[in-house]
């Protein structure tokens, strides 16, 4: 398993190495630029993890619709396999409550991507171990599972009642892939789910490069189907983000890995009669465009997606961009590359407000001084404008946010989630008030 504090470092190993190579060819200069001055913000330690409840939160959050509830996952904790939570608004309080404690077993462990909310109003995710097979990593063993939680069917008063966990699939590591980690899990109009396993199938990369999965839903139902697998060559391999879907049913995401340069792609699978197409629709160079991006992309109202890469760039720590799509052609846009500061840059889904304005977080070191940071995009006579809204100390305020993606409110207050730092050393869930 790869979700350690120190064990990440490996994780990102083969990717650093090779996006070393990539910018020592490179032959820009390296500029660095002083980061912009942090906003007016109340930062605020919602909740510190302990033990039993859970601890490491890599995933992100996802607020309902109501705005009341957070719902995030953390990788350890519970039973020692991860759980999944709920943080519930009550004026200005919020309440934690543990929804569920993997086993570790045939129901997973490890939960790393964020949780996504169905149209049934169950919590729908994965976790990266567990399940069955043996796979990359035998920490917890298992090849990972996805997996549906519903909750109690009477009421209950208290805060830690247990939802009722269903295993939709448990990976193999075969064809099927293995090791789902931070890529989220998305629906379409029909209720099917979609996703990536950033391992498995074709064994041209270590590990095995990879698919795009979709499980069908159908009178009660879930069966499981490759859409795509990798090969390593120029359509990429490792996709860690998960995909996104426009009104057509096309998928959209991004690859770590290989690629024309070696330095990730993206790509599209368009709906045909036979199935899917897969185009690599932009290959990273790993110089000024960024390399090895570990996100899932979003789109906008006019159907621009936007990501981020969390290597290469102008200063070396990461870019976000944008793909611009034009009569059947995509354009790839630069809209800003992060300071030197930054170490290790964006690895988290960007989030758009109604406004606009991107957010997402940076991952930082795990040695110092620089513990990552939140961020905000704001697009400004044409130019992407960073501000800083916080910057982690590795203290109580927490450390790494490694985090799926941030949650924003109609009222423009920034969720999120730290995984080491806090109270406890466990990492915690966070606010940021404008």
């Known amino acids: 398993m790869t979700t350690d504090v120190l064990q990440l470092d490996r994780l990102f190993e083969n990717s650093r190495s090779a996006a070393v190579r990539l910018l020592r060819l490179a032959t820009f200069v390296l500029i660095v630029f002083a980061r912009p001055p942090v906003q007016a913000q109340t930062f605020t330690v919602l909740h510190n993890f302990v033990g039993q409840e859970g601890a490491v939160p890599l995933a992100g959050l996802i607020l309902d619709r109501t705005g009341n509830h957070l719902y995030g996952a953390a990788e350890y ?137 979709k499980l069908t839903h159908s009178g009660g139902t879930w069966t499981y189907s490759v859409l795509y697998s990798f090969t390593g060559a120029d359509d990429g391999g490792n996709p860690y983000g998960g995909p996104v879907l426009d009104s057509f049913g096309s998928l959209y995401g991004a690859t770590s890995s290989a690629g024309f340069y070696g330095a990730g792609t993206i790509y599209d699978l368009v709906v045909s009669s036979g199935g899917y197409i897969q185009n690599t629709i932009y290959s990273f160079t790993g110089r000024d465009d960024g390399c090895c991006p570990l996100s899932g992309m979003i789109f906008d109202r006019l159907g621009t997606l936007y990501g981020t890469a969390w290597l290469g760039g102008a200063n070396g720590s990461g870019t976000a961009y944008s793909m611009t799509p ?109």
């Open 77 to 213: 904790g519970g039973n020692s396999f991860g759980t999944v939570f709920r943080l519930t608004r009550s004026g200005s309080n919020w309440t934690f409550s543990q929804l569920y404690s993997f086993r570790g077993g045939s129901d997973g462990a490890g939960p790393i991507a964020t949780p996504i909310i169905g149209p049934d109003g169950a919590i729908y995710g994965t976790t990266a171990g567990g399940g069955m097979g043996r796979c990359i990593d035998d920490s917890f063993q298992g090849c990972g599972t996805i997996f549906r939680l519903t909750p109690p069917a009477t009421a209950c008063l208290s805060s830690s009642c247990p939802w009722t966990e269903t295993t939709l699939y448990r990976f193999s590591g075969g064809s099927d892939g293995s090791y789902p980690t931070y890529g989220n899990l998305a629906f379409d109009q029909t209720g099917n789910l979609y996703g990536t396993a950033s391992y498995g199938s074709n064994q041209t990369c270590t590990g095995g490069c990879g698919v795009v999965f």
């Open 326 to 434: 034009s009569l059947g052609n995509w354009t790839f846009n630069v809209l800003y590359s992060f300071p030197s500061s930054d170490l290790n840059g964006p690895t988290s889904t960007l989030v758009m407000d109604s406004a606009g304005n991107l957010y997402g977080t940076t991952l930082g070191s795990y040695r110092g001084p620089n513990y990552g940071t939140v961020f905000k995009l704001t697009l400004s006579n044409g130019n992407w404008i960073e501000s800083d809204l916080h910057d982690f100390t590795g203290g109580n305020d927490g450390s790494n946010p490694l985090g799926g993606m941030l949650a924003v409110d109609a009222s423009g207050n920034v969720y999120g989630t730290a995984q080491g730092g806090g109270t406890h050393g466990q990492g915690v869930v966070f606010k940021i008030a404008p």
